[in-house]
């Protein structure tokens, strides 16, 4: 709460320097003192008088003042600004609001629709409106007349943040993909099935064809993303959660040449989780823990697939010069629908450190396991995945390199009496370019290659994808 509090006090300290900067740009001059009331003002006069009635904290008097210069003129873009500023400190938010979106619709130059746009957010911001005032605070910095006003806009979007306890993360990419349904790179697999309880039968070879081999299109993602934080102290956090992520496809000609009968929705993928989150800050404000249950269900090819229950615990570190470690236990029940039951066991160890170039190198190793009501479901699995942050960018972009290995084992397979034993490989390389922003968003292009080899040819598959998407700025 004082936090929250302060964070309003500097917010109205701010608007209030950044009103009296802004209105010499939109025609007001700056006096010394107000005038008397019984003076006649000219309009000029009048806009200074009632911005150094707001320095004086008299909004009353500036608000009586604004009223009489948008009487004569509804076009006054700085009387609405003033009276949006008045209206507010007099706690009047929708007439502040409303003022102040007035004032937007009426701003032609970049320093009219920077100062519109701040005294909007303010408005709602007070209003109680912090979501819908951190989009007016990106039209701020949207339209910055100056990298320092651009600055300030940013510094007030995350004090902002900081202080809701709602928090939303929108995303969006397009990605042309040689594999979109996991298919095989291979022409033919072999079938190993049970003549009696007691014999196998020979291997039987069979050919893929058709949505068994790998099917190239072009993938549609939205993800969203909301955290509701209902109780926080100083080293405590308690969020409620929410997310939803929604694939869907389009089918190269070829794809369509190979397999007439499929369609992109065919493979189409929609998940949604819900859960309570812990956060906390110990080990001597020095290590954070992080404590997490999620409910969900997914959705394959229209249809329902599973759902599940996912609980975890997690504890970070800082250790000198920047250095950072993490680990991560989680555990998760599947109920499955089109699918098997399964609970799997994951572990992850992370440690991130800066080069003396100023890159930063972040490894992880994982562990996983899972039992099934199938077993030719149940597998073992190690993993170890490295990301190299450059520290200098190329074409003006931050670069990320990362190489990604997997083994994974199955002691049981209908498809061979050995089991099935899958090597997965992945290297891409993503590009954000910061130079390139709008409204605080940053596009993102990355590029992914990556191979499965497995003893079963069924499994064997190459993929390569582009990713063309956005990400927010700050």
């Known amino acids: 709460m004082r936090r929250a509090t302060r964070i309003r006090k500097q917010a109205s300290l701010g608007a209030a320097l950044i009103l ?6 939109l025609g007001v001059g700056a006096t010394e003192a107000a005038p008397e009331a019984k003076a006649v003002l000219t309009p000029t006069q009048m806009r200074t008088a009632a911005a150094d009635l707001l320095r004086l904290r008299n909004p009353k008097q500036a608000m009586a003042l604004a009223d009489a210069l948008i009487a004569r003129n509804p ?5 609405l600004l003033i009276r949006s500023r008045a209206a507010r400190d007099l706690g009047n938010y929708t007439l502040a609001r409303k003022s102040a979106k007035r004032a937007w619709s009426l701003a ?3 320093e009219e629709k920077y100062a519109a746009a701040l005294i909007t957010a303010q408005a709602l911001s007070s209003g109680g409106q912090r979501t819908l ?3 007016w605070l990106r039209r701020a910095v949207e339209n910055a007349p100056t990298e320092q006003l651009e600055r300030r806009a940013v510094r007030d979007f995350r004090y902002l943040r900081a202080s809701s306890p709602w928090l939303h993360r929108f995303s969006f990419s397009i990605s042309p993909e040689s594999n979109i349904n996991n298919g095989s790179s291979e022409r033919s697999s072999f079938l190993n099935y049970r003549v009696s309880e ?3 039968g020979q291997p039987v070879e069979y050919q893929l064809g058709g949505t068994q081999q790998a099917l190239s299109g072009v993938e549609y993602e ?3 993303r909301s955290r509701y934080r209902f109780h926080q102290t100083e080293t405590r956090a308690h969020d409620f959660s929410f997310s939803l992520i929604s694939r869907t496809y389009t089918l190269s000609s070829d794809a369509k040449e190979q397999a007439p009968g499929a369609e992109g929705n065919d493979f189409a993928f929609t998940s949604y989780q819900i859960g309570y989150g812990l956060r906390g800050i110990n080990l001597d404000r020095r290590g954070e823990f992080r404590l997490a249950m999620d409910l969900g269900q997914s959705w394959y090819g229209g249809e329902e697939y599973a759902r599940f229950l996912r609980l975890s615990a997690g504890q970070s570190y800082k ?3 920047g250095r950072r470690i993490n680990a991560r236990l989680s555990h998760e029940f599947q109920d499955g629908v089109k699918t098997s039951d399964q609970n799997t066991s994951r572990g992850d160890f992370s440690y991130s450190f800066r080069l003396a170039s100023g890159a930063t190198l972040w490894t992880n190793l994982s562990l996983a396991g899972a039992t099934s009501s199938s077993a030719s479901d149940e597998f073992e699995e190690i993993g170890l995945r490295t990301q190299l942050t450059l520290a200098k960018p190329i074409f003006g972009a931050t670069a990320r390199f990362g190489l990604w ?3 994974r084992d199955y002691d049981v397979s209908p498809h061979s009496p050995d089991g099935r034993h899958d090597d997965h490989y992945q290297a891409d390389v993503s590009l954000t370019f910061t130079k390139m922003d709008y409204y605080g968003f940053n596009p993102t292009l990355s590029m992914t290659a990556a191979k499965v080899d497995s003893n079963i040819g069924l499994y064997e598959s190459n993929r390569f994808g582009l990713n063309f998407g956005i990400q927010s700025a700050f």
């Open 20 to 25: 009296s900067a802004m209105l010499p740009c």
């Open 75 to 79: 076009h006054d873009r700085s009387a």
């Open 108 to 110: 032609e130059t970049d």
């Open 133 to 135: 005032a951190q989009f």
């Open 198 to 200: 007691l014999l196998l």
């Open 222 to 224: 939205l993800g969203i």
């Open 319 to 321: 250790l000198k010069k």
């Open 405 to 407: 290995g997997r083994v």
